[in-house]
């Protein structure tokens, strides 16, 4: 059963692991990566990515890209969103530490920070406004 407007919105902004897929050309299937996100309901999706990486260069060219998130417990359900990209611009230290305490305990975050400022490099943060939603809530199998 889908899910009503509020309640997809307040599941995509829960702290899951989404699954971004962008189209990699022709005779190739999409690209398909786990990766952090930040969404506050009727705002815009983004994701922070390496800037020179595979994942970039692809959403750059595409110009959209989809996510994906779902669970199985308490009740099986899951939101896609797909959309054009709203921009592109340089990521910064502060949007690094939003995601790394979004999905991580303190003490790991902060250890996780230093991680990436050694050796992440430049980093991209791409948004995207939903356009398209599909979801469900399942129940429980």
Known sequence: MPLP??????????????????????????????IWYQYRPGGEVWVLTGAGSRKAELITAAGRFSLMIDRTEPTTRYVTVEGAISRI?????????????????????????????????????VFMRPQHWLSADMGSF
Not at 7 to 30: I, N, W
Not at 102 to 120: C, G, I, M, T, W
Request: proline share 7%; aromatic share 6%; charged share 25%.
């Open 5 to 34: 407007e509020r309640e997809r919105q307040e599941f995509l902004a829960e702290p899951h692991v989404a699954a971004l897929s962008v189209s990699a050309g022709d005779a190739r299937a999409p690209l398909t990566v786990p």
């Open 89 to 125: 611009e340089p990521g910064t230290d502060a949007q690094m530490a939003e995601l790394a305490h979004r999905y991580l305990p303190a003490d790991a975050a902060e250890r996780y920070l230093e991680f990436a400022r050694h050796n992440l490099g430049d980093h991209v943060a």
